[in-house]
Nanobody, 125 residues
Framework: QVQLVESGGGLVQAGGSLRLSCAAS????????MGWFRQAPGKEREFVGG????????YYADSVKGRFTISRDNAKTTVYLQMNSLKPEDTAVYYC??????????????????WGQGTQVTVSS
């Protein structure tokens, strides 16, 4: 069993930055990947980006490339989502998820084995 806890959400003005954290506990397989997803009101949950534990390879949705950066701290089994140049359209609940590499290579929600509880990010214009 794996537990995921997100933190770091909040309210920020457009153009600002936030860093989200996802702390994982339990049995994390080295073959696993960690992904970030978001869901805005009235919209479907969508892939933001992710990282593979073993290689550190990162993947991003086109909408966040060049603005968001994902990193990991293996010792703390924590994954970070650094969000810069935030836009009002980035407003959503952000979730981290754990699963096989297809989770982040294809941004596949159905590949997630575990989900965090989510953290709200609100970007004001």
């Amino acid at each position: 069993q794996v537990q995921l806890v997100e933190s770091g959400g909040g309210l920020v003005q457009a153009g600002g930055s936030l860093r989200l954290s996802c702390a994982a506990s339990g049995r994390i397989f080295s073959s696993y990947a960690m992904g970030w997803f978001r869901q805005a009101p009235g919209k479907e949950r969508e892939f933001v980006g992710g990282i593979r534990w073993s290689s550190g390879s990162t993947y991003y949705a086109d909408s966040v490339k060049g603005r968001f950066t994902i990193s990991r701290d293996n010792a703390k089994t924590t994954v970070y989502l650094q969000m810069n140049s935030l836009k009002p359209e980035d407003t959503a609940v952000y979730y981290c998820a754990a699963g096989p590499s297809s989770l982040v290579i294809w941004g596949s929600l159905s590949s997630a084995d575990y989900w965090g509880q989510g953290t709200q990010v609100t970007v004001s214009s």
